[in-house]
């Protein structure tokens, strides 16, 4: 991983992305919980009459749900790119260095064509919903499908088209009114999210393969930095108490 000074776009993808989803979570949250049990409340029913104040945020729930999925899928590449994920190293702990590293490239080997089953396992559930065609294989791609139901009219339960989304409707509902957010687009987290788990996978396998990184799991390692915290603190505390002590005697 680059150093913060030189960070790159593909570098913050994630974090910027979960960040914002944090954000939105948070706020629609909060927002329906005022909504629910203040602007209904009975004590505050005149002004939100004399207002106009919603009394129920229908659609907030579902937009919720659809955001905490998000983050999961994308959280899932945010710990490959952090080496976050965590896993058992008790047999490489006694193997010997060369081991290790051979079972660590056939793990990253396996990670990569698991996460690119996955890639197109994402593709395949949401080109549908975008009009465009699955591909055709059963493990991997071997095409697009020549014939397929487009799904593009499919939407979502509760939340609203925005005007500014409006656009949509004639790139995938051939000119007809949404009346919901179409599914495309909470769907297109998973070839979104996918990829990125890929591409994060091979820039794993890239350090591993240049002696960068030994292990892409959190094992002892994590045991060993909370070690070190414990021991920083302690050492702390330990000065602590000494200075009390000699301003004590003086």
Request: hydrophobic share 45%.
């Amino acid at each position: 991983m680059t150093h913060s000074g030189s960070r790159t776009f593909s570098d913050s993808i994630e974090e910027t992305l979960i960040s914002l989803i944090l954000g939105l979570m948070t706020l629609i949250t909060f927002a329906n919980v005022i909504v629910r049990y203040v602007f209904n409340a009975s004590y505050f029913q005149p002004i939100t009459n004399a207002l106009g104040l919603p009394t129920n945020l229908l659609w907030a729930l579902e937009v919720v749900t659809i955001l905490f999925a998000w983050l999961v899928i994308l959280g899932i590449s945010y710990c490959v790119k952090n080496v976050s994920h965590l896993g058992v190293d008790a047999v490489l702990n006694i193997v010997s260095k060369k081991a290790r590293r051979g079972m660590t490239i056939f793990a990253i080997a396996c990670c990569i064509v698991y996460s690119f089953l996955l890639l197109k396992g994402g593709w395949d559930f949401w080109s549908n919903f975008a009009n465009l065609p699955q591909t055709t294989g059963r493990w991997f791609p071997t095409g697009f499908e020549d014939k397929y139901l487009a799904k593009g009219w499919y939407e979502t339960e509760d939340i609203d088209i925005p005007s500014v989304l409006r656009f949509l409707e004639g790139w995938f509902n051939e000119g007809d009114a949404y009346e919901k957010v179409p599914r495309l687009l909470p769907y297109v987290v998973m070839p979104i999210g996918f990829g990125l788990l890929f591409f994060r996978f091979c820039q794993l396998g890239i350090q591993v393969l240049r002696g960068t990184r030994d292990l892409i799991i959190v094992s002892h390692e994590a045991e060993d930095a909370v070690e070190e915290a414990a021991a920083k603190v302690a050492a702390v505390e330990n000065n602590l108490k000494d200075n009390l002590q000699k301003n004590k005697g003086k």
